[in-house]
């Protein structure tokens, strides 16, 4: 089974050049020294274009405070930076730690997932065994303060969550309305690192078809997988569906993890080209002992995208996967963080990656095999139904979500794939 590898690439800038002094530098007395010093006299002239922009704006702007060099140079750094592509961007040091966190899986906080809906903080579900889980919360509750400040005034579920987590072993007071109930009450609890879970069902569908479904890629993600994969095949499945659908990606290697145990050792899963023809990084299974042979049928979505597109393409390029479903996203390419100090950091696009076959799927997205597309309306309901739902009681599902459980369209197709594999490898083996 695989196991957790490496982190995601991370570069560290080293003090000794002045690449430093152009992402650090905020003074703008500071930047033009740090600029003076490029041997490049192109890069020269432009920094020294670039500063007396920024004296002629600090000295006539109206307004002094919106002017302050020290602002005006942090905002050339995101403009710098963010103009290249929806994916590189200047992280100030409060969202490069939440990026930090959303890679690694691990945060402070009480273990509960929100959402808003209709102007409500609802609880989508506690994390098993984290202080929410402990003291009583359920799905369904709303969160309507937060250390005794209506979450109101927080205006979107990231500004609740962000202040639901914290250091560990601190204190917060969650106020909470029960509608099943008509109550309300508070709970005070202890923030604890908590682990976020990539693989939220895990289940035997069908008479013997595996179901796993991925909602992110994380630094745990690959265990985790490994986990539920152990799992399913100790109770004789004959065959698996991955879901993928509204997966963003995150690790890459990550993706490479959960590959493995389809791949015998040595076999290439993806690989990276970056700017230069040495750039190139090939990733292939590592895993021992034979590969998992089961028949596969991968789930996909316009959602689907980065490290879930790896996970497709390979599968996909190697016959090892029936894809179901709506062409993916398109996001082919990696991202690299340089820290910087302060806390802050540089989350930079360097390369891209390509399947197994040298296809890049950058702004083309994976088409699947079977094509079965889902209305809006039916995605946000399905999204819903399968994150969050406990569809046994098909009436109390209604009245907590205002309307009937829907027939999921593309796991239904990925099913009468898999049965179609089955019964044709049941008469070739006769």
Partial sequence: MPTVGGMFKRILILATGVMLGIALSLAAARVAVAWSLFPSRELSRHAGYVRDVMQLVSEHYVDPRA???DKLARNAIHGMVESLDPHSEFLEAKDNKEFEEDLTGEFGGIGIEVETR???AIVIAPIAGTPSDR???QRGDEVVAIDGRPVESLNSSDGIV?????KPKTKVVVGLFRPSTQRRFEVALVREVIRSESVRDVRVID??????QLTEFSDHTGEQFGRALEGLLRRGVTSLVIDLRNNPGGVLEAAVEVAEPFFRKGELIVYTQG???ADRDDYRAEADGHPVTLPVAVLINAGSASAAEILTGALKDTNRAV???ERSFGKGSVQSVFPL???EGLRLTTARYYTPAGVSIHEKGITPHVEVVMTPEEDEKLSRQRARADLSDPQAFKERFGFEPIEDRQLQAALDVLKGVRVLAGRSGR
Avoid at 162 to 166: C, F, N, P, V
């Fill in 67 to 69: 002017a302050a060099y």
């Fill in 207 to 212: 008479g013997g078809v595996g179901y796993v």
């Fill in 162 to 166: 962000s202040q639901l987590r914290g």
């Fill in 135 to 137: 003291a009583g919360i």
């Fill in 118 to 120: 209709a102007g409500k």
């Fill in 341 to 343: 100090k302060n806390g």
């Fill in 323 to 325: 894809v179901v479903g």
């Fill in 275 to 277: 700017r230069q023809p």
